[in-house]
C-alpha cells in the first residue's frame, strides 16, 4: 500500500511526523511529494528531504493522500498541480486524510460541498463557506475523508487513518 503526503514549508511538525512514522510503523510506502522536490522545512524547524516534485506525481500509483496542517496547505494551495491532486483523490472518491488546516487545500480543489468535516478552528468558516458541515470533534470519517482538528488529536486520528486502510504489512 503506498502513501502520499503533499507539503511544503511551514507544515506543522507534528501533523507531518505522527502519521508519516505510523503509516511506515505499519509498513505502507510512503512518498513525500513538495512542489519543487526540494526539502522542506516545519515550523518547528524540522527538516524534511522530498522524494519528488508534485508536477511528477501519478495520483493512480497512490491508495492514500495525506495533508498535514501549519502553513503549508496555505502554500499549496497557489500551487495548480497541488489542487489537482487533492481534486482527483477526491472526485475518485480514494483514501485523503487532512489535518488542522490541511483541508484548505480541498477547499481550493472543490471538494468539500456536502461533507461532514472538523478542522483547526481557525478555518472552520472557509469550511463552511465551501459547503462543508463543519463539527468539532478530534476526528471525522465522511466515506473516503479522514479529518482531524490538529496535533492534540493526533493519536485519534491515526487510530481512525489506520482502520481505515486495508494495509498489508
Not at 501519478?58 to 502554500?75: A, H, K, M
Not at 461532514?116 to 469550511?127: E, F, K, M, N, S
Not at 481512525?160 to 498489508?168: C, E, H, I, T
Request: glycine letters at 10%; aromatic letters at 6%; one cysteine or more.
Amino acid at each position: 500500500m503506498k502513501a502520499l503526503f503533499l507539503a511544503a514549508d511551514g507544515f506543522e511538525d507534528l501533523e507531518f511526523f505522527g502519521p508519516w512514522n505510523r503509516m511506515r510503523e505499519e509498513g505502507l510506502d510512503v512518498t513525500l511529494a513538495t512542489p519543487g522536490g526540494q526539502p522542506i522545512t516545519g515550523l518547528h524547524g524540522y527538516k524534511v528531504e522530498a522524494d519528488t516534485p508534485i508536477r511528477e506525481v501519478n495520483p493512480q500509483e497512490y491508495d492514500v493522500l495525506v495533508i498535514p496542517g501549519g502553513r503549508s496547505p496555505e502554500r499549496l494551495r497557489l500551487r495548480e498541480e497541488a489542487v489537482d491532486v487533492a481534486r482527483t483523490f477526491m472526485e475518485e472518491d480514494r483514501r485523503v486524510a487532512a489535518l488542522g488546516h490541511g483541508l484548505q487545500l480541498l477547499i481550493s480543489a472543490g471538494a468539500l460541498n456536502g461533507r461532514r468535516v472538523t478542522c483547526a478552528p481557525g478555518i472552520r468558516d472557509d469550511i463552511r463557506a465551501a459547503g462543508a458541515s463543519y463539527l468539532d470533534h478530534a476526528v471525522i470519517v465522511d466515506g473516503c475523508l479522514t479529518t482531524g482538528r490538529g496535533s492534540d488529536d493526533l493519536p485519534e486520528f491515526c487510530r481512525q487513518l489506520m482502520a481505515s486502510l486495508v494495509v498489508r504489512t
